[in-house]
């Protein structure tokens, strides 16, 4: 299938395509030379095939390649930075005040 993965700059997310359809995003929010990621969500009937991965890795290089840092909020997010020594010189710690500037 045809995979891609595109910024949707009105929505301030990254979706997921397969085939042209809308399987997933991740949420980012933009806040100095922060990109905070605080939502990601996937349809099942698209599950078991590695495109959180996909859309994770994809999201974290524009950001670099955007000259921002992560700030992995969302629990996927997370997960995906904890286990990819490769992206950890762009992560930024989850503080208070970011949480606070969410609500």
Do not use: M, W
């Amino acid at each position: 299938p045809a995979i891609e993965v595109t910024e949707n700059r009105s929505e301030h997310r990254y979706d997921i395509t397969v085939d042209g359809k809308l399987a997933g995003f991740t949420v980012f929010i933009d806040r100095g030379e922060q990109r905070i990621f605080p939502h990601t969500e996937l349809d099942e009937k698209f599950s078991g095939r590695g495109l959180s991965g996909i859309l994770v890795h994809d999201a974290l290089e524009d950001t670099r390649a955007a000259g921002k840092r992560v700030v992995p909020v969302c629990p996927l997010v997370k997960r995906y930075v904890s286990k990819h020594p490769e992206v950890q010189d762009i992560v930024d710690p989850v503080t208070p005040e970011i949480l606070a500037s969410l609500r």
